[in-house]
């Protein structure tokens, strides 16, 4: 697994990958997982009152990446996000690749950028403030998602706002409402595996926000 944390900014502040060595890893999941960081940083609110839009629309959202697949695809509320902020191949593809995953990891400084429409990526929240986010990369895109929770949970930076289902103890969670091409909340994700599936539906009682 590859792991990716930026800044408010959308700027890489660490990257880090989980085994004995990077080529144990999909070397592809590393730029995914830093895309998958700007992504939800960059379409996810401050809580109330801390810089979100006058009228209080949209105000204290945290948008996952998984939160995205249904509203990007045709006809959706989001269609043709997925192509707008593209990686920067400068940032993303320079320096030396011996280096990926530690701390001077190449990208670390960078604004990778990118828009990610699947699982993995996650705001990150202190109890009064959107501090960055979180991008998990290399397994299925929901069990990346679990992945990225989890490790929000042990950070203790989940003190989110809301998400795109109000008053669902879920907040940004992976939601699989998706039948027959359609998502009942305009905000589904495909389902990945079973235990998957099972696992993500119960992290907010195994792994409770806040």
């Not at 996810?44 to 801390?50: A, K």
């Not at 948008?63 to 509203?71: G, I, K, V």
Request: with cysteine; hydrophobic share 35%; glycine share 14%.
């Amino acid at each position: 697994m590859w792991g990716t944390l930026v800044n408010r900014d959308g700027f890489v502040c660490a990257v880090a990958f989980s085994g004995p060595d990077r080529d144990n890893q999909w070397p592809g999941s590393r730029i995914i997982s830093a895309q998958k960081a700007h992504t939800a940083n960059a379409f996810s609110q401050p809580p109330d009152g801390i810089g979100g839009r006058p009228d209080g629309l949209f105000q204290g959202l945290s948008l996952s990446t998984a939160n995205l697949f249904s509203a990007v695809q045709p006809g959706g509320s989001l269609y043709g996000l997925q192509h707008s902020n593209p990686v920067d191949p400068a940032a993303a593809y320079s320096g030396d690749p011996t280096l990926a995953g530690l701390e001077n990891d190449p990208i670390v400084g960078q604004k990778v950028g990118g828009v990610n429409v699947f699982g993995g990526g996650l705001a990150l929240y202190t109890q009064d403030a959107l501090i960055g986010a979180l991008g998990v990369s290399g397994d299925t895109s929901c069990t990346d998602h679990v992945i990225a929770w989890k490790i929000r949970d042990a950070f203790e930076l989940d003190n989110i706002p809301s998400g795109v289902l109000p008053n669902v103890a879920g907040g940004d969670n992976i939601i699989h409402d998706r039948a027959g091409g359609e998502s009942a909340s305009g905000f589904g994700h495909p389902t990945c595996t079973p235990p998957a599936t099972a696992e993500a539906a119960a992290l907010p009682l195994t792994h409770p926000l806040g």
